[in-house]
């Protein structure tokens, strides 16, 4: 997703399951993503919503920025503030993840895709608005974010449900407080 001042309102409201249809601004990243969540069956019974303070333990993200002068290259950050997610989960263990990056700067994300597999089998992780795969090397997807906008992704797990016991408790025992 391209930057704007549109991408930039979408970042801070998709991650909270919100949306926006005000005609100050072009409605193109709201109306893609809106048609995501509905393809993945948001607002049915059978889709659950985490919001960002209530992110399952097992979507684990990490982020890698450029570095200041004097500092490396890339600097891993995992627990980046300017980081944001939520995420849908449906019934059927598949999940859909807002990512947002709040920075000034890109950044490179890394999803574990360990806590998706079934034995051998791994997941599949596509952008939820074009469809395209997300390259993964071992298991580990790797997403980049410009600044100030966001990546809308459709985890699909190797398994046809992912057990209870991996979805049922979110970060800091939160669960899934409430569905939008």
Same mark, same amino acid.
């Given at each position: 997703?391209?930057?704007?001042?549109?991408?930039?309102?979408?970042?801070?409201?998709?991650?909270?399951?919100?949306?926006?249809?005000?005609?100050?601004?072009?409605?193109?990243?709201?109306?893609?993503?809106?048609?995501?969540?509905?393809?993945?069956?948001?607002?049915?019974?059978?889709?659950?919503?985490?919001?960002?303070?209530?992110?399952?333990?097992?979507?684990?993200?990490?982020?890698?920025?450029?570095?200041?002068?004097?500092?490396?290259?890339?600097?891993?950050?995992?627990?980046?503030?300017?980081? +944001?997610?939520?995420?849908?989960?449906?019934?059927?263990?598949?999940? &859909?993840? +807002?990512? @947002?990056?709040?920075?000034?700067?890109?950044?490179?994300? @890394?999803?574990?895709?360990?806590?998706?597999? !079934?034995?051998?089998?791994?997941?599949?992780?596509? !952008?939820?608005?074009?469809?395209?795969?997300?390259?993964? &090397?071992?298991?580990?997807?790797? $997403? @980049? $974010?410009? %600044?100030?906008?966001?990546?809308? &992704?459709?985890?699909?797990?190797?398994?046809?449900?992912?057990?209870?016991?991996?979805? %049922?408790?979110?970060?800091?025992?939160?669960?899934?407080?409430?569905?939008?």
């Amino acid at each position: 997703i391209s930057v704007g001042n549109s991408a930039w309102v979408a970042a801070r409201i998709l991650p909270y399951g919100a949306t926006a249809t005000a005609g100050w601004h072009d409605p193109t990243w709201f109306l893609a993503a809106q048609k995501a969540k509905k393809a993945f069956g948001v607002g049915t019974e059978d889709v659950s919503f985490f919001a960002p303070h209530q992110r399952p333990d097992w979507l684990t993200l990490a982020a890698w920025r450029p570095g200041d002068e004097g500092a490396p290259d890339w600097q891993e950050l995992p627990d980046d503030p300017q980081l +944001v997610a939520g995420c849908y989960r449906h019934r059927n263990g598949e999940v &859909l993840a +807002v990512l @947002s990056n709040f920075g000034d700067t890109y950044a490179t994300v @890394s999803l574990d895709g360990a806590p998706f597999m !079934d034995g051998e089998r791994f997941a599949v992780v596509r !952008d939820a608005l074009t469809g395209e795969r997300v390259m993964s &090397l071992q298991n580990t997807f790797w $997403i @980049s $974010i410009p %600044s100030n906008a966001f990546r809308l &992704l459709r985890i699909e797990p190797a398994a046809a449900q992912l057990p209870q016991s991996v979805w %049922s408790f979110g970060k800091n025992g939160a669960g899934n407080a409430y569905r939008p």
